[in-house]
C-alpha cells in the first residue's frame, strides 16, 4: 500500500502560478508511474500528467507547455508545476501511484478565478 499526500493547492488569477507536490510513503519501491489527475464539479476525474520510472512523461493536450511535471526519487515525491492557468484548470487535483494496484491521494482544490 502506498499513501500519498498532496499538498500546494489554493486560489490564483488567471495567467498565475501554482506548484502541487506529492508525498509518497509506504511501498514505494515498486512504484512503476505516478501522475496527477484532476476531476471538476459534474466532470469525469482526467490524467493531467504523468511520469515514469525510465524518467518518460505523459501530458493532456490542454496542459501541454504550461504544465511541468517532475518526480524526486530521493524524497519520495512528484511535483507538479503549473503555469499561465487558466479557469478552465480549477478542480481537485489528485496524485496517483501504480504498483501493481493503484493508490490515490486525497486530492487539493485548484481554483483560478479573478
Known amino acids: 500500500q502506498v499513501q500519498l499526500v498532496e499538498s500546494g493547492g489554493g486560489l490564483v488569477q488567471p495567467g498565475g502560478s501554482l506548484r502541487l507536490s506529492c508525498a509518497a510513503s509506504?511501498?514505494?519501491?515498486?512504484?512503476?508511474?505516478m501522475g496527477w489527475y484532476r476531476q471538476a464539479p459534474g466532470k469525469q476525474r482526467e490524467l493531467v500528467a504523468s511520469i515514469f520510472n525510465t524518467g518518460f512523461t505523459n501530458y493532456a493536450a490542454s496542459v501541454k507547455g504550461r504544465f511541468t511535471i517532475s518526480r524526486d526519487s530521493a524524497k519520495n515525491t512528484v511535483d507538479l508545476q503549473m503555469n499561465s492557468l487558466k479557469p478552465e484548470d480549477t478542480a481537485v487535483y489528485y496524485c496517483?501511484?501504480?504498483?501493481?494496484?493503484?493508490?490515490w491521494g486525497q486530492g487539493t482544490q485548484v481554483t483560478v478565478s479573478s
Open positions: 496517483r501511484a501504480y504498483n501493481g494496484v493503484v493508490s
Open positions: 509506504g511501498s514505494i519501491l515498486r512504484i512503476n508511474v
